[in-house]
């Protein structure tokens, strides 16, 4: 699979979530946000300014921050 992680996307791409390796609180709070493996996301739009990306999970719109977007792992569709 051609996996990457979600902070490497560009705009407007959609991939698959792989895999979640953050902290326990973290995690509930993605999980929480429809952020879990098997979803399917795209990013909507990338502010370098404040380091964080927009993403279309489920039809809602999300805001997290890069850091964070780093432990997230996808695959490209």
């Known amino acids: 699979g051609n996996f990457m992680k979600l902070s490497q996307l560009e705009i407007g791409q959609n991939a698959i979530i792989q895999k979640v390796e953050c902290n326990n609180d973290l995690k509930q709070r993605f999980y929480s946000f ?3 493996k098997g979803a ?6 990338i502010s370098l300014a404040k380091n964080t990306i927009e ?3 489920e039809d809602t719109s999300i805001g997290i921050r890069v850091e964070e977007a ?3 792992e996808v695959e490209r569709i």
């Open 34 to 36: 429809g952020i879990i």
């Open 40 to 45: 399917t996301i795209e990013v909507e739009a």
């Open 55 to 57: 993403i279309l999970v």
């Open 70 to 72: 780093k432990s997230i």
